[in-house]
């Protein structure tokens, strides 16, 4: 049996309901004391394993060199490791996805557990735009889009699964950052080539040049370049990331540097193969979920302790290349990591006559970063089909999480796919990154693909 924590009557709600109010004052006043000011809680569990959160790591924290943060946690070693043999004992704290990966592999799959530490942090500035949040934030068009927003987590105490997905659709990303990032697609073999990209991000309001007036319904503005392999150098996808995504949906933009020319791009959202995956990944399977959530229902199950990717330095440091990380099947388990963590659960439906690959998605969302950690995805058939897993990296100088990398296991293909590696790119992370509106439009998008 599950085991479930903290569930109230509450935080059961089904997401479908057509008002959606913010919290009360009173209700409010619990954050920065029994909740943090993310909406975590801020106690440890009742065995210890979980400790109280104090903080999150100091941005000194280690030393930066060339967009890599150095690994705070370099010495400590596995307390155990969970494998084919012995997953079973340990079910309880892990997805079906993640328990079948282990019966998909049990050979090779493993989970190394270590002491878990709540590294995340979160900057000072945001607290006050947070607890304004609470308060004012709606959700409005069924659900579909947000008002009376400000900066990051529209809702940190969720009263239903809809605000809890939200809350990682507009999590905390560090404002603005340029990355160097590889896409690999290994196949059953082991065999790969890197698609590489620049990728280029800005939350509407770090804009050099922003305009509340023009940028109103703008959550962040994206930019991807591939500059490898050599028949795909060149393209550059553009996307326009909207708050409200029923009054303006998504806006994305292509231009393909064969071709030479800039299209619209509606393909890219919902089930839409994601470049570059061969089909593994969807347009809003990365970063584990993005994108309008129209077309699923969202119920809110609970909260849990569930071992989750974390504190993964090591699985995106430059001292171990692609071929050593990369294996057969999965991720070399020498060099991740998991901990055991409180995740919000919540699960995912698709809705009477809306189409989707996915039937029904499973989320483990990390409740001091609202980042989604782990997903299992099922079939029309109602069969599990593939896992996600996001190995989750605290950028302390910038008080951000990022995944490095994420990855999709097929299970019935056996094959998986990996996104946001950086362990072979120059200057991995940059958040002194700066640009403008004009950086983010169709006509820029031209230049980008031809330099």
Do not use: C
């Not at 997401?15 to 993310?38: C, D, M, N, R, Y």
């Not at 809306?354 to 995805?377: G, L, M, N």
Request: no cysteine; hydrophobic share 35%; aromatic share 12%.
């Amino acid at each position: 049996m599950t085991k479930l924590i903290s569930l109230t009557i509450g935080l059961a709600l089904s997401a479908s309901i057509s008002a959606f109010a913010a919290v009360s004052p009173e209700q409010a006043t619990v954050l920065g004391k029994s909740l943090t000011h993310i909406g975590a809680e801020n106690s440890g569990n009742e065995d210890g394993s979980i400790p109280e959160w104090n903080g999150g790591l100091p941005i000194d924290a280690g030393i930066i060199t060339n967009g890599f943060r150095q690994n705070p946690y370099a010495d400590e070693k596995p307390i155990f490791v969970i494998d084919g043999k012995n997953h079973t004992q340990y079910q309880d704290n892990l997805s079906p996805g993640q328990v079948a990966l282990f019966k998909r592999y049990p050979e090779t799959f493993k989970m190394p557990v270590y002491v878990t530490h709540r590294s995340a942090g979160l900057p000072e500035f945001l607290i006050s735009d947070i607890k304004t949040n609470a308060l004012k934030t709606v959700l409005v068009e069924g659900g579909n889009g947000l008002e009376n927003f400000k900066s990051a987590i529209p809702f940190p105490i969720p009263q239903n699964g809809l605000e809890v997905i939200w809350n990682h659709i507009a999590r905390y990303r560090g404002g603005k950052s340029k990355r160097q990032t590889s896409t690999v697609t290994p196949q059953k073999n082991g065999d790969f080539v890197p698609t590489n990209l620049v990728e280029s991000f800005s939350s509407a309001d770090q804009l050099q040049d922003y305009d509340p007036a023009v940028s109103s319904n703008i959550l962040f503005y994206y930019m991807s370049r591939t500059t490898e392999p050599a028949r795909y150098a060149g393209n550059v996808l553009l996307v326009h990331e909207t708050l409200n995504q029923v009054k303006e949906p998504r806006m994305a933009w292509f231009y393909n540097s064969g071709q030479r020319r800039v299209r619209r791009a509606p393909q890219v959202a919902y089930d839409s193969p994601a470049e570059s995956t061969e089909g593994l990944k969807t347009a809003d399977g990365l970063e584990i979920f993005n994108g309008s959530p129209d077309r699923y229902e969202w119920k809110l199950v609970g909260k849990r302790e569930v071992y989750i990717p974390y504190n993964s330095y090591l699985a995106g440091s430059p001292t171990v290349d692609y071929k050593t990380l990369l294996k057969q099947g999965h991720l070399n388990p020498d060099y991740t990591r998991y901990e055991l963590h409180r995740v919000w659960e919540v699960v995912a439906t698709l809705k009477n006559g809306q189409r989707h690959i996915y039937a029904k998605r499973h989320f483990f969302i990390d409740e001091d970063t609202w980042t989604i950690a782990v997903a299992d995805h099922y079939d029309g058939r109602g069969n599990l089909w593939r896992v996600g897993e996001a190995h989750l990296q605290y950028f302390y100088d910038v008080k951000a999480t990022y995944q490095t990398p994420e990855v999709i296991y097929d299970l019935l293909a056996g094959r998986y796919v990996v996104t946001g590696l950086i362990n072979e790119r120059p200057n991995a992370y940059d958040f002194s990154f700066t640009s403008k509106k004009s950086d983010y439009t169709p006509s820029a998008l031209r230049n980008m693909g031809i330099r």
